[in-house]
């Protein structure tokens, strides 16, 4: 770059800046609307200094990124304005003086206002009815885009960005306090990061991918000119969509005017203006469904990762507020999926995925929430073009299925309602049962059918007669017996499992299990305990891992990090005021330690794993689980009336599982007895595969005294 005069210093000329002032009062009162509009007062040159403090600091919106858990490769981007911020440093001296030779050549000789170019604006506005020529420097476009970046309503962005001699004159004084602060380099670097390039490009890190596939570093001289010249019309000078001569024209200007401001020779400029304009073009990904194709699966996790955003207070007091943020934050994300839990998780999910039976497996960690794995047998795609018709019979005929393309939060984490989880709810009421001090030995007579004299006379049956007779919490939990758990729910009440089931994370979507849920009802809900709400298996994974961490309860998060622009941890601020990251996990100890042992002794019978300090009855409902995982296993199969859905949750001490398989277009399209072991085998071969090599541990076993 050729040398700078002194004003490029940062020092200021007294008697030039007083000159100026003085020219821009005078051009002021010959701009049309200036002049009855009282420029100078009091008022207004208040509000200019306050917007000036505010440019002093703002930064342009910047691009989101979500990485896998290796922190290095990047999953997709989240954006409204694609841009990347880009130190001066890490731009090609090419695209600095291009841009100067292009928008302003005095840059470098004025002081934020440049007197010849507002006499010429005013000589070219004399003859016009309005302001036809602007005289606008670099450092007035930079206080333009800067404002309009951080206008926070629609008045604010048309003030910053209308087309008056009021609004020309504020820019003019904001620019010279702005001078006063900001040396030129800093000026420089956030235009180029400000400027629009068009194809929704903002900012020069993004105009040098998108048109040519290389970072703001390599830019040639040729590549250069080609990008500056954008910047006065983008759709007038595009090189894509035109025939480039109007591309190829504007560039040349710009190279001949490299040449006159001494940043080329004549020579290497006839050479470069001799050069046609070769783009290398590049699609930037943006937002989940851009996830690559080989991570393909992943894009599920990727919405999770919205929806769980958009509820987060600390991005903002409202969804739109949070999405915002996401989309112009400049956030590094990484997240929290294990690809070996992953790639276990994909590989056993066992149902077709041309089916409408949808099977999906979530996978959390015990401790801490985090999400580990999300699979089911959908591909993650926009496109539904070639899934057939819906299976719900009272849906337009038009509408189409969810397979085997679909984007909804099947999983869990947005708005859909979820699937009735049956019998897998049964955890619910004992663990309460036993926070409470009831013991595992607790015994009840379970017949085949029993009439509650709780609620008001309803009188469920078990699945099987083999099931009757006198159970324990082992005996009950292992075998699924209904009318044991309705005895036991009677006797804990049907609200304390309720309660129990919203502090481990569930939330009741339908008005239904609302109402049913309601303090004024939760007594009454004798059918709770055999699973008639509808849960993810987000929610369920969950809720069983806490009982895994011994009754330490973390909410669901699906990131193992989240970064501000600058590289700092995001925060938050709690309702106890402390500051806190976003991405730790938040735990709470829901239920007293000795219970959680207590309940994962039971759910040790339902695996046909053996419990520490009791006896299963002889038989399971899932007792393959044992012998698949390989080691210490607990958990609970679920199934609903005529097998509409099928479940299985199961955990270790270190990974917890929910898999489930239903019909998420018609809940009452069953899934069929035949299908039920699908669940139970994807939990099982999905945490042996996900635990293999590691070494084996064990669950602490309950205290005596809750054993009974």
């Not at 496109?383 to 509408?399: F, Y």
């Not at 007669?465 to 309705?486: D, E, I, L, P, R």
């Not at 700092?568 to 976003?582: L, S």
Request: aromatic share 8%; hydrophobic share 35%; with cysteine.
């Amino acid at each position: 770059m050729s040398k700078r005069p002194l004003a490029a210093t940062g020092r200021t000329v007294p008697l030039l800046r007083a000159g100026l002032i003085a020219g821009i009062v005078v051009a002021a009162a010959l701009y049309p609307l200036a002049a009855v509009t009282g420029i100078g007062a009091k008022a207004t040159a208040h509000a200019v200094e306050q917007k000036t403090d505010i440019l002093r600091e703002a930064l342009p919106a910047e691009t989101s990124y979500l990485y896998a858990p290796d922190g290095k490769t990047v999953l997709t981007m989240f954006y409204e304005e694609y841009r990347q911020y880009t130190k001066l440093r890490d731009m090609s001296p090419n695209i600095q003086q291009a841009i100067v030779a292009a928008e302003d050549n005095r840059f470098y000789q004025h002081h934020g206002v440049d007197p010849k170019g507002v006499a010429r604006a005013f000589v070219a506005n004399a003859h016009s009815s309005g302001v036809s020529q602007g005289a606008s420097t670099l450092t007035m476009q930079y206080v333009r885009m800067a404002l309009r970046d951080s206008a926070k309503t629609p008045k604010d962005v048309q003030e910053a960005t209308q087309q008056t001699s009021l609004r020309k004159v504020k820019e003019m004084r904001m620019a010279l306090d702005v001078e006063k602060s900001l040396t030129k380099e800093q000026i420089l670097e956030r235009y180029l990061n400000s400027a629009y390039f068009g194809h929704r490009a903002y900012g020069i890190y993004a105009a040098s991918q998108i048109f040519f596939s290389k970072t703001p570093a390599t830019l040639t001289p040729v590549e250069a000119a080609t990008l500056a010249g954008l910047v006065k019309s983008p759709s007038e000078y595009d090189p894509i969509t035109s025939d480039q001569k109007d591309a190829t024209g504007r560039r040349n200007y710009v190279l001949d005017n490299m040449t006159r401001l001494g940043y080329m020779s004549p020579d290497a400029a006839a050479a470069a203006k001799s050069e046609p304009i070769q783009l290398k073009l590049t699609t930037p990904a943006n937002d989940c469904a851009s996830v690559p194709k080989k991570f393909n699966s992943w894009g599920f996790a990727c919405d999770y990762v919205k929806n769980w955003w958009s509820s987060q207070p600390a991005f903002g007091e409202n969804r739109l507020e949070r999405m915002d943020k996401l989309r112009r934050g400049g956030y590094h994300i990484v997240l929290s999926i294990d690809p070996k839990i992953q790639e276990a998780a994909e590989k056993n999910v066992g149902a077709q995925y041309g089916s409408p039976f949808a099977n999906g497996i979530v996978v959390t960690e015990p401790g801490t929430g985090r999400v580990k794995a999300m699979a089911v047998n959908r591909t993650y795609s926009l496109d539904l073009d070639e899934n057939p018709p819906t299976s719900n019979p009272e849906a337009d005929p038009k509408v189409k299925a969810n397979y085997p393309n679909t984007v909804a939060p099947l999983l869990g984490g947005g708005t859909l309602p979820g699937y009735q989880a049956g019998s897998t709810f049964k955890m619910f009421p004992m663990l309460a049962a036993l926070n409470e001090g009831m013991p595992l030995s607790t015994t009840y007579n379970s017949p085949y059918r029993y009439q509650s004299k709780v609620y008001d006379g309803w009188a469920p049956s078990n699945a099987s007669g083999a099931m009757t007779g006198v159970q324990t919490m082992w005996s009950g939990f292992g075998k699924s017996v209904n009318t044991y758990f309705v005895q036991l729910e009677e006797q804990v009440g049907a609200d304390k499992g309720v309660r129990l089931a919203e502090q481990l994370g569930l939330r009741w979507r339908t008005d239904v299990d609302r109402d049913h849920a309601s303090p004024q009802k939760a007594k009454k809900w004798g059918a709770f305990t055999l699973g008639v709400s509808d849960a993810t298996p987000l929610e369920m994974a969950n809720a069983y891992g806490t009982i895994a961490a011994d009754g330490r309860y973390c909410e669901a998060i699906p990131v193992n990090s989240i970064k501000n622009r600058d590289g700092t941890p995001t925060m938050y601020r709690t309702a106890g005021g402390v500051e806190r990251e976003v991405a730790k996990p938040r735990c709470r100890q829901v239920v007293n330690a000795d219970a959680a042992r207590a309940a994962t002794d039971a759910a040790r019978c339902p695996t046909g794993d053996t419990p520490a300090k009791g006896g299963c009855g002889g038989w399971s409902t899932a007792d393959s689980v044992r012998g698949t995982v390989g080691r210490p296993v607990a958990g609970k199969t679920g199934t609903t009336d005529s097998t509409r859905s099928a479940w299985f949750v199961g955990y270790t001490p270190e990974l917890a599982a929910a898999s489930f398989i239903a019909d998420p277009d018609n809940p009452f399209n069953a899934v069929g007895d035949g299908q039920s072991q699908i669940p139970i085998d994807a939990v099982a071969q999905t945490l042996r595969d996900a635990l293999k090599g590691q070494p084996v541990r064990q669950f602490t076993p309950p205290s005596d005294q809750i054993v009974g």
